[in-house]
């Protein structure tokens, strides 16, 4: 397999423009995570599915968050419009069921200009 | 929710030597607490994990010993070597998954 698969890899936006971040889990995997990550915050959750089903976003910073999973191989985050503030480092990770061991992809760096 | 805290914030250590990180939480309920690895421009990845259950669990180099009465758990990592620099992160999970705010590991040859 070949793990968690984010795109893109890094993203230089102006603010006010919108940024969609991908992520495609592990095959088979029910969960699927969005961090955040930053120097000054750490690891935040933002949001995570359980067979495709958003159940908790209360890590979502504010309504210019939105996160979707159409289908068990395939979610975004999107940030619109984006800011400055949002520049970190995001995560996508998935587990499976019948484990807890989440599966990081490489993350998406977002610089917002 | 559960809150994860996580110390020292940096360590440096000697190649050959011991290290030690500690994280406390506060939710009594979580049941399983990993140790993930982050190396620079990568995800963090799991090196070990342990579940409510067990109070050791060891891995070569790398032990995990937990203390559910005291809400603590720490990373032992033994006979340490420049390739283990990195940066760690505890969590503890029982809904969802709350990290510690990691720790800054650098073994000096």
């Known amino acids: 397999d070949a793990g968690v698969i984010q795109s893109p890899r890094h993203e230089v936006t102006e603010m006010g423009q919108e940024v969609t971040l991908r992520c495609k889990p592990i095959s088979g995997h029910d969960y699927l995570f969005w961090y955040r990550q930053t120097m000054m915050r750490g690891l935040e959750l933002l949001i995570y599915f359980n067979n495709n089903v958003p159940i908790d976003d209360s890590g979502m910073p504010e309504d210019r968050f939105s996160a979707k999973m159409p289908n068990a191989s395939f979610s975004t985050l999107k940030i619109q419009p984006s800011e400055p503030r949002d520049s970190a480092v995001y995560f996508c990770?998935?587990?499976?069921?019948?484990?807890?061991?989440?599966?990081f992809g490489p993350g998406t760096r977002l610089t917002v200009l | 929710g559960e809150n994860v805290e996580q110390h020292p914030s940096t360590l440096s250590v000697q190649e050959g030597d011991s290290a030690v990180i500690k994280c406390t939480y506060s939710d009594s309920a979580s049941n399983y607490f990993p140790w993930y690895k982050q190396e620079l421009g990568k995800g963090p990845q799991l090196i070990i994990d342990?579940?409510?259950?067990?109070g050791e669990k060891k891995d070569q180099r790398i032990a995990v010993t937990l203390n559910k009465t005291a809400k603590h758990f720490s990373l032992h990592i033994t006979e340490t070597q420049p390739e283990d620099s990195a940066v760690y992160f505890c969590?503890?999970?029982?809904?969802?998954?709350?990290f510690g705010a990691g720790t800054r590991l650098t073994v000096k040859p």
């Open positions: 990770a998935s587990t499976g069921t019948a484990s807890n061991e989440q599966f």
């Open positions: 342990i579940r409510s259950n067990v």
């Open positions: 969590a503890a999970r029982e809904e969802d998954m709350r």
